[in-house]
């Protein structure tokens, strides 16, 4: 349930509903917009007993929330969510762009990658240290030496790391070298690594499972943000259907589909959905298009010979291309890069 606050309402009175509901034992979330102020109660509201809220002073009225997902909610945060990842925002009127390889190889590899995708304005490097691959024999990553590389390519640069972590021991490994963490597609309902990302307050992105409603994907972002880190963006990097012509096929209306219930910004991952090289551009610019706050597409210096995911790797001239061409989109939809 939200409290809808009163216009006119002042700052001790929302004070004061949220020490009420404090004393109740519930939790409270103010969200304070330009047009009003929304307080959501985290927790059995039948703790409240007999209480009518809407009697306090400043109190408009109370709504229900029908979601099993609260905090991600458009309901609790109806202007929506900016995630903070140091000096970069999200989930803003710019577009967020992330690039890099695959997988993380050698330090001369991921050092073309972070000066190529710095120069073609990408503002965040992605790169696998720990490496999910479907196969036990095929390449894992080169872990927290790989970890290493990529924040040492980052400082180089002036950008941002991104990366995968798999398990809870990885988190406070990864967290001495990444900026954000990446959940992926084979982990979004891994619950006990979730509320251990939530506890540990670095910014996420959250990649939606391979056969995952969009339900079951924001209710997995309930987990994280439940543990008190609402820094979450979403991504959509494809599904598993019948169609074999892609690696996975871009739902591309799931971008205005988590626009409507959900606060949190959404990226989208062409990579992985096209897993050919000839079709990133394009879904590229569906997504921006379709309203996603940004990218995240892999750059590899060398793509062809690329150790894992070599078809669907860019190269950073393609890159920049790319950008340049999701530039105008951007600006056709209101938005910038």
Known sequence: MVILMKQSCTKEQVEQVVATLQKCGLGANVSAGTQATIIGIL???TKLGGLDITLMDGVEKCVPIMHSY???SRDMCPEGRLVQVGNQVIGGKKLVMMGGPCAVENEESIMKAAIGVKAAGAQFLRGGAYKPRTSP?????LEEEGLKLMRKAADATGLKVVSEVMASDQIDIAAKY?????????NMQNFR???DIGKSKVPVVLKRGIANTIEEWLDAAEYIMSEGNYNVVLCERGIR??????????DVSAVPVVKERSSLPIIIDPSHAA???KYVLPLSLAGVAAGADGLIVEVHPNAKQAISDAAQQLSVEAFADLLQKVGGIAQAVGREI
């Open 193 to 195: 690594l979730l509320k």
């Open 275 to 277: 897993g050919k090289e």
């Open 137 to 141: 024999y095929s390449f894992q990553g």
């Open 43 to 45: 927790g059995d509201k």
């Open 70 to 72: 609260k905090l991600a």
């Open 241 to 250: 259907t019948f169609e074999t012509a892609t690696r996975n096929t871009l």
């Open 178 to 186: 990444c900026d954000m963490f990446q959940i992926g597609a084979r």
